[in-house]
């Protein structure tokens, strides 16, 4: 009877010299694992060579149906494994590690008990059935390590290779498969291998809208994001502020502005035609997609449609900056939409079809001006003004431009040089901090303005009644002073623009 592994023996034995390496004894190992294979269905793959300086790839693939099964890594058969279990590079991998040292290759004597385990392990690990990926959470966490390593591999090959071109193709996202280089290119097909692996069916339907609770707290969208980025590198969340708002606070907020709506401005809601919904941070659509589902809700359903493509989908607009929450969102917005009989396209290019949702990747807010009119001056107004508004409330340049009009601002200074606040009062344009010191020149609206509920100034000076000022404190309160006598002109000009928004 034929011995399988005293044929793989007998093969590496003949090649075992001083200047083999683990690549000598490839296409026996790769002999050995397709005669002990029980399933004729798997497949074996051996990578080619490793190019130089590549790191990270195993040295053979094994596959049933284009699942993976795992992966096989080999060593030289003089290294000792205790070097490498340990590494970054196993540690990526589900670890089976055998030690052909036990063989004791150079005396042709074949240890059964190590055969036998060899056999064992090797046995197992071919009965193994790929499980197919159901649930959102597990496939975020598989992405997210493969992005981690993809990420490093890309990093590595960018330090060592000197190829301008896939360099700019890379940044530029517009590679081609023919692009990408055979030493990364495997991971990608690694990527491709785990997506063919996910049961789509059942995916779905852990991703459905209509299976979700009313107040659920749990958005499986924002789910699978948060903990791809958990998995991924929890330090970007707080980098990037990625953390979201649970589902019944969004609810809360959004059954809160509908009723300022209806209470302050005797609007019916988000379904009114004259409301326009601006969402500047709209992250996974979280927010945008409550406030659409709110509108919907205040509408015949019969006229549903009808009112997606003529209110909503032209009052409605989401701006994001991160490529991945904005990615998330159009998963969610389009399942939303084809959960509604209908089907809208989700699209941040104006060339693509008139029914779709106006949720866009967002640089700067120069981007969204392809979807107006140049002459459309209100726009441009409200840019100049916000642009103020930045500009006022940078501390650099209040500091700068402050030292310039402070005698718009004088103070009547008490002879003994001390600055006491008793009864803070704004009396004519004069903020009197006692009956006889006081700020000259203080508007009214100036000293009314308030920020959170409380009024800036009242707050700041009533804050250190009964105590001294001191010159700094008082070149302080010149410069909030004048930074809102300044955001107020701005205020006014953007109110003046938008007046008959609502």
Request: charged share 30%.
């Amino acid at each position: 009877m034929d011995n399988p592994f005293l044929d793989y023996f007998n093969s590496i034995s003949s090649k075992l010299t001083a200047r083999t390496t683990e690549f000598s004894y490839r296409t026996d190992l790769e002999n050995l694992l397709n005669t002990i294979k029980n399933n004729k269905s798997i497949k074996v793959i051996q990578e080619s060579s490793k190019e130089k300086d590549e790191i990270g790839r195993p040295d053979f693939q094994v596959k049933i149906s284009e699942a993976m099964l795992g992966h096989i890594e080999t060593k030289k058969i003089t290294d000792n494994l205790d070097n490498f279990i340990k590494t970054e590079q196993i540690e990526k991998y589900g670890k089976i590690i055998i030690d052909e040292t036990l063989f004791e290759i150079a005396n042709k004597n074949l240890d059964n008990f190590a055969v036998l385990r060899v056999d064992s392990i090797f046995s197992e690990f071919f009965a193994t059935k790929p499980k197919l990926i159901e649930k959102p959470e597990s496939l975020s966490e598989i992405l997210a390590i493969q992005a981690k390593n993809f990420k490093y591999l890309i990093t590595e090959y960018l330090k060592t290779e000197k190829d301008l071109t896939f360099k700019s193709r890379l940044l530029g996202l517009v590679l081609e498969p023919d692009d990408i280089p055979e030493s990364i290119s495997w991971k990608v097909q690694n990527i491709i291998d785990i997506l063919n692996n996910v049961d789509y069916e059942k995916l779905h339907k852990e991703l459905l809208f209509s299976k979700m609770k009313e107040f659920q707290e749990q958005d499986p969208y924002i789910y699978f994001y948060e903990h791809f980025l958990s998995s991924y590198d929890k330090s970007k969340r707080v980098e990037k502020g990625v953390f979201y708002t649970p589902l019944p606070v969004v609810h809360f907020i959004v059954k809160s502005v509908k009723s300022v709506l209806k209470d302050q401005f005797s609007k019916s809601g988000f379904a009114d035609a004259g409301i326009t919904v601006l969402d500047f941070a709209a992250g996974t659509g979280t927010f945008y997609l409550e406030t659409f589902k709110e509108a919907l809700n205040e509408v015949d359903k019969a006229l549903k449609n009808e009112f997606i493509r003529k209110n909503l989908l032209k009052n409605f607009y989401g701006f994001e900056f991160l490529i991945a929450p904005y990615t998330i969102a159009h998963l969610k917005l389009s399942q939303y939409l084809e959960e509604q009989g209908d089907h809208f396209v989700v699209a941040d290019n104006e060339n693509e079809l008139k029914d779709r949702i106006n949720f866009f990747m967002k640089k700067s807010s120069k981007e969204i001006t392809n979807t107006l009119k140049l002459e459309d001056s209100k726009y441009w107004n409200i840019e100049s003004a916000k642009n103020e508004l930045k500009r006022i409330n940078i501390e650099e340049y209040i500091r700068n431009y402050t030292m310039k009009v402070f005698d718009n601002h004088k103070i009547f200074y008490h002879p003994a040089g001390k600055f006491e606040v008793v009864n803070p009062i704004l009396i004519k344009n004069k903020l009197h901090i006692n009956p006889k010191q006081f700020f000259d020149n203080v508007p009214e609206e100036v000293y009314n303005f308030e920020i959170g509920g409380y009024q800036v100034i009242e707050k700041y000076l009533k804050a250190r009644k009964n105590k001294y000022l001191t010159l700094d404190e008082i070149n302080h309160l010149k410069k909030v002073i004048i930074s809102l006598e300044l955001t107020i002109q701005q205020m006014k000009k953007i109110d003046k623009e938008t007046k008959d928004w609502i």
